[in-house]
């Protein structure tokens, strides 16, 4: 990605609706997740790309680091920047704030192999992810662009 281009997130958890964000696109207060897998881009993901969910208010980030095999979780987004940073690791288990009861172990994350589990609104993620093939919100745009 470039200053030209828009972050596209490897996960967006995002608030159901009943349309399915049919109507209009998902903006910061409907996001309760993202995630970035990254391995060569570990620098600007944890940087460039969580300066930018911040400022825009998206309230949990979680970066997939795959070099060292951890994921960490940042939230309390203020001043354009994550104020509460964890790091967990394999063996142990993690979930968004939005959803407490649905941790998701640190290695399935590190493996790709996490899916939704049935307890974990497994029915409306799939299908609210499937019906957005493309997350391009337009709030992160015009940061890019500016």
């Not at 060292?68 to 104020?83: F, I, L, M």
């Not at 959803?99 to 029915?123: H, S």
Request: aromatic share 6%.
């Amino acid at each position: 990605l470039d200053l030209s281009s828009e972050p596209q997130p490897d996960l967006v958890l995002l608030r159901p609706e009943p349309d399915f964000y049919a109507s209009r696109l998902p903006g910061p207060a409907d996001i309760l997740l993202i995630v970035e897998v990254a391995e060569s881009s570990i620098d600007y993901d944890s940087d460039v790309k969580a300066g930018l969910y911040a400022t825009a208010g998206v309230r949990e980030y979680w970066l997939v680091d795959l070099t060292t095999g951890t994921v960490t979780r940042a939230s309390a987004p203020s001043g354009g920047a994550y104020q509460r940073h964890q790091q967990h690791r394999s063996g142990e288990s993690i979930a968004p704030d939005a959803l407490p009861l649905c941790g998701i172990p640190v290695e399935a994350l590190l493996a790709g192999t996490w899916r939704p589990q049935t307890g974990c609104l497994r029915a409306k993620v799939r299908r609210t992810l499937s019906m957005i093939p493309r997350f391009n919100p337009p709030w992160l745009e015009a940061k890019l662009e500016g």
